[in-house]
């Protein structure tokens, strides 16, 4: 009837659902590579714009985030996970939900603060990191961990760096956070199918 539980089986449920959850976000990895390419594209615009063009209003191009929220909304509704829950799954929705927050109460800061935008980059630096290496850990993903870590130097560096360049960090923190590792998680195998 009951049979005992015994330490390898429960290493093997916890494999098993590790790799339910890197299988899900491997087919959703929509969302890295979406909002990887949005911000990367933004950042690289916004520096054409401030330091060859000089235009004035470079910071509009984040404008196009809205769209990316309005296409995150909408694949996410088509297209809801199916079949059973998992802890690092919710872990890790409550992860990048915690962090969305964090962007948002960080720019309200930073747009009442005397600096304004000019300080901004490192902290976004922090918080890719840090989101990156935690997705990472939960689910055994070596790239994420490595792009964390990479985010966290990236972001030590950028506080030293005139704005201009701050931009340019942050293009750099993105590719190693969200489209690294965004294609690489779509090259691993799927052990749960």
């Not at 689910?139 to 704005?163: D, E, K, Q, S, T």
């Amino acid at each position: 009837m009951n049979e005992p539980f015994s330490p390898q089986d429960s290493l093997a449920l916890i494999r098993t659902m590790i790799d339910k959850t890197r299988f899900s976000l491997r087919e959703n990895r929509f969302y890295f590579l979406l909002w990887g390419w949005v911000a990367f594209i933004a950042m690289l615009l916004q520096f054409f714009l401030k330091a060859v063009l000089h235009y004035r209003h470079h910071y509009m191009v984040w404008l196009a985030t809205l769209p990316a929220v309005l296409v995150t909304i909408w694949y996410s509704k088509r297209h809801r996970q199916r079949g059973p829950r998992t802890y690092v799954g919710d872990a890790m929705s409550v992860l990048w939900l915690g962090i969305g927050c964090s962007f948002f109460v960080l720019s309200v800061i930073i747009s009442r603060s005397e600096t304004g935008w000019y300080g901004a980059f490192p902290f976004f630096i922090l918080f890719y990191g840090l989101g990156t290496f935690i997705s990472g850990k939960l689910l055994a993903f070596r790239p994420m961990v490595i792009g964390g870590i990479i985010n966290w130097a990236l972001a030590i560096g950028c506080a030293w760096a005139p704005y201009d360049y701050q931009i340019l960090i942050g293009a750099a923190a993105i590719a190693t956070s969200y489209l690294i590792p965004g294609y690489l998680l779509g090259r691993t195998k799927n052990d749960t199918r």
